[in-house]
């Protein structure tokens, strides 16, 4: 997962958005998927966010460290994608 709410949303919350992550996307060739090779975020394997597949999850759920975060440019891309998933 990618949380990709605001973190002046996240800490006064129980609940955080977050994006889904998977290494088998059903269609590759969707607009809103934002792919990610394994050395971006220490990932095993070649994986791709999904924008348009957003979910609420509990915050207590999330592990304190995460496994990496995203570079300036793939933050940019996923940007981009959850604004036409979302028709922002």
Do not use: F
């Not at 969707?30 to 509990?58: A, F, Q």
């Amino acid at each position: 997962m990618v949380v990709v709410s605001n973190d002046l949303i996240n800490h006064p919350s129980a609940y955080v958005v977050a994006a889904r992550v998977t290494a088998h996307p059903s269609s590759v060739d969707l607009p809103t998927l934002v792919e990610l090779e394994p050395g971006d975020v220490n990932l095993p394997m070649r994986s791709w966010v999904l924008c348009h597949d957003l979910y609420t999850i509990r915050a207590a759920a999330i592990d304190e460290q995460p496994i990496g975060r995203l570079t300036a440019e793939k933050l940019d891309e996923l940007q981009r994608k959850l604004r036409l998933a979302l028709a922002l």
